[in-house]
């Protein structure tokens, strides 16, 4: 049995400037760029609380509700939520910064999932983690419901099997 | 009112070479890097139907079971499934082959939506889509089930004011 | 002895998004760029006729008739259309579309040929082409003429023994 | 009318390094890319001819007889060859170097064509060129032929009216 | 006047992974590439702390002592130490960790000065820097002693005025 | 004993033209492209003196005085001023031209030191220089006066065991 690590273990953080070749015609990010780095930086927070070269297993719904602007500074930061055996959940905040002009906004919520891997390329356990926040124990719980909405929509859970998300569907609870 | 387009009239192809940098440390395509692709690939579907800019508005859950390696060649299909005033969800398929040692695989299905903008950065309305093909009319049918979720998942749609998605925790339906 | 592989099997689409890294100092893409995606864009078809890696062995004289813009979708397609013992002809088409204007033209033919190689890196045999369609079999009885002079121009023919191509010094048929 | 200008003003050199991104399955450069850099070190040549910003015209056969290596240093010199009225020949050498192995060996010899542009965008008249050596004087000479075949080439000229040409098929000279 | 701003204000994290194109011959990052990410989170150190556009102005003295490999992850830290009326010094901090064999190492400590600029481009004051720990206190006091020898070398100062770094050579305290 | 090599045997020229991603907010080159730029001349000089891999293992400070606007030609030369041991001091320099308005300035002169190392990854021993120009020969001389400032900056040399440098400071000559 691997010692349980501490969320803030794997807390990692990346800032990044957007560049002309990141931008579409409006001159902003394009949303394929900015996932680009949410897989860099969780992939890097999945190996620090694991060790282990890891490989992306899937990446919940992303919305992407605010334009980034050309020369816009994208701060990301993630760590792990919770594991499950070989697999674990990571939570990407993203913001931008249009420093000049001081305006700085939330852009993105998201949950990447990587697998650990041993040096022969298999699947392979990881710490369990310790959350120490109140927003990183909610995030602990919650991750119990995103995996059951992820094991439906890949096809390997029945909906009716999936306890956690259909009182959802009774109680009007937040899904996400 | 704008005159409705076919599904196949946006269909665009991409075929890309997984060269080293698109690699982690066991020579497999990054999930990042796929996304990029995805992200371009659809963005020009969803210009083709609508002759506007787009921008993108989500992405739905995308798992990724199959590794990608090195020097193999992907390809990726994309397509409007159907609009929703100045919103487009678009189908992508993605293909990897490594042509020397035969192999090909289905590697990944995934839906992105994307918003209309004219000139002046605000959003626009676009054509309905015509589906024509068995796969195209089920795709049309279930875009419906998607939209509710996606709007639970970003919190602009209560759980239980979702009818469709509602159905499928009682009947065990397929969601995705 | 290989089994002739159709024309049609080789085919191979790819489709880029002029980005700013892409272009000139007037905004339109560099040559150097497009020629690196008909690289590409060829070098996988050639894969797919032979199953094999391939190496680039020339480039047919191209012209660069119509500008490219910033932001236009470049669509490219390409095949092979026939093969000498090791190495293949691959024909390239290129059109441009600026899709919010609607404006869509062709901007490139080429020919590219590729060299087979086994795993020890030495040229290996390659199957025969099956042109099908008139254009197929137009492009098949030409590419007899096009390796003619590409063998003069690299030194490796004397003009005089070219037939082919000496006929069209006194025919006035096309070269190309 | 412009002065003339020497056709060592507009001599361009170029080192690049070939990194692993640059290279096909085999470790070796992609034809591609060295394509990509002669575009390049050539469109300076021009410019430094012109004093104006130039767009590619046409690019004429190239062999690609020899390996190039992951780490392998290239270097290419261009330089215009001579004028015609709006366009530019530019003769672009490269060589390929393993320094650690002392290997050095010349890979390419090309021949791509420039048009001037003023700030319109319109071609615009450019500088003859004064040939000094006698390479650049034998440059200077059959660039006649090969504008020749280029036009025929390119279908804007009828191969029985290119004199140049022509003789060269009675008399075996070289064509390149 | 503006206020003065807390050394800590314009605190910066970078992460990145070394990718392949990133490395030399011997599979380690290059010195290059280290010096190009170094401009760029320091350059948003000295946006936050400013507010405004900057421009590199010069960098100091640096050493490279460790190789940092293939897929190691480079931590980045930046912080502005002192201003000088239109210019800042930024101190950074750079580790790479070996992630999978627990391997993490302090690699370079690097000083960049921007220049802030207004909006017509010219050099425009900038706020003061109020240093609160014990090392942002002695960055502070050493800066004018790196402020002279940058002078010194840039030929902006003669030796002789230097008299903080005068007395080092006499005294035999640390320069840097 | 290796025999000596001249130092314009490692001269090396590298042209790069400024293409937008290489830019900031005010179109101007980035620093931290031209330093990528630099270190990537300055080993490949490094290589040619010492036909072996090399290493960066420092750079003197760099000034940047002059904005160089995008789509400017930068032309860096270098070439290796004096050998110690196992390393080598490389000399850069940098014009940029905007070809179209004729302007050329130097933008910069820079100085990196390279470790040149054998297959295993060791330090070797590499020749020595032979200067043979006025120039070369200052640049020779002055090498080991920048060497002790590097020993100093870098905490390997007491300030007041640097007889060369600390002449300096009594005597009012060039540091650099």
Redesign the interface.
């Known amino acids: 049995m691997l010692p349980p690590k501490k969320a803030s273990e794997s807390l990692?953080?990346?800032?990044?400037?957007v560049?002309?070749?990141d931008?579409?015609?409006?001159n902003?990010l394009?949303?394929?760029?900015l996932?680009?780095?949410?897989?860099?930086?969780s992939?890097?927070a999945a190996?620090?609380h694991s060790?282990?070269?890891v490989?992306?297993?899937?990446?919940?719904?992303?919305?992407?509700?605010e334009?980034i602007g050309?020369?816009n500074?994208l701060t990301l930061r993630a760590h792990v939520t919770r594991a499950f055996t070989t697999s674990m959940e990571v939570f990407i905040e993203a913001w931008a910064e249009d420093?000049?002009n001081?305006r700085k906004v939330s852009t993105n919520k998201a949950f990447?999932t990587f697998v650990a891997?041993d040096k022969a390329?298999k699947p392979t356990q990881v710490a369990e983690v310790t959350p120490e926040t109140p927003e990183e124990k909610a995030l602990y719980e919650s991750a119990l419901r995103r995996r059951q909405?992820?094991l439906?929509?890949?096809?390997r859970m029945?909906?009716?099997d999936?306890a956690e998300?259909?009182a959802?569907?009774?109680?009007?609870?937040?899904?996400?």
């Open positions: 990692t953080t990346m800032t990044e400037m560049l002309p070749n931008t579409n015609g409006l902003n394009m949303g394929g760029r996932m680009y780095w949410m897989d860099i930086v992939a890097i190996q620090k060790n282990r070269l490989v992306t297993a899937s990446v919940d719904n992303i919305s992407f509700a334009p050309l020369g500074v420093i000049p001081q990447f891997l390329g909405l992820r439906i929509l890949s096809g029945k909906p009716h999936a998300l259909k959802l569907f009774e109680d009007s609870k937040k899904v996400n």
